[in-house]
């Protein structure tokens, strides 16, 4: 048996994150979270976790993942109908 650990390649997609800026991944961000609910409600899920905000901000933050999630619900459940009547 080879004593030597094989070297784990790094996801390329990790080096391009990393090589990012701030502004870069934020454009990202709300590009994915306008084209998927679901996505935009982890977000604010992932976002609420790892950032201090003011009371005020978080109402709204909350009041966002609310909507965020009624959103993703709606998308999934037109999804469904969507594929039951074109089977």
């Known amino acids: ?29 709300k590009r994915l979270a306008v084209a998927w609910p679901e996505i935009r409600r982890e977000c604010f899920e992932f976002l609420k976790k790892h950032v201090i905000l003011t009371p005020d901000e978080e109402a709204v933050s909350g009041a966002e993942a609310m909507f965020a999630f009624r959103m993703e619900n709606s998308t999934i459940n037109r999804r469904f109908l969507i594929n039951r009547v074109t089977v």
């Open 1 to 29: 048996m080879n004593a030597k650990k094989k070297k784990k390649r790094k996801d390329p997609l990790d080096q391009l994150v990393e090589a990012a800026d701030s502004e870069i991944l934020g454009r990202l961000v």
